[in-house]
């Protein structure tokens, strides 16, 4: 459990990180730029909702598995 919590932690940073590194050295317009980074965001945002997503279908699958008599 502790294993995906720091990757995930460690995505977020990386992807963080990345996408400000890349604003600064891009030679692009203001116009642009935000455009990119509203295309960082959204992207970004989205895929932790699906890890988030396959998580906790993990986890309730985990839940039901253990409420579940023993045959």
Do not use: Y
Not at 39 to 59: D, H, P
């Amino acid at each position: 459990m502790k294993k995906i919590g720091n990757f995930i932690l460690g995505a977020m940073l990386g992807g963080i990180l990345g996408a400000s590194v890349a604003m600064l050295i891009a030679p692009s317009s203001g116009k642009k730029l935000r455009e990119l980074a509203q295309g960082t965001i959204q992207k970004f945002f989205s895929e932790i909702e699906l890890a988030a997503s396959e998580k906790r279908k993990e986890l309730e699958d985990d839940l039901t598995r253990l409420r579940s008599p023993e045959a």
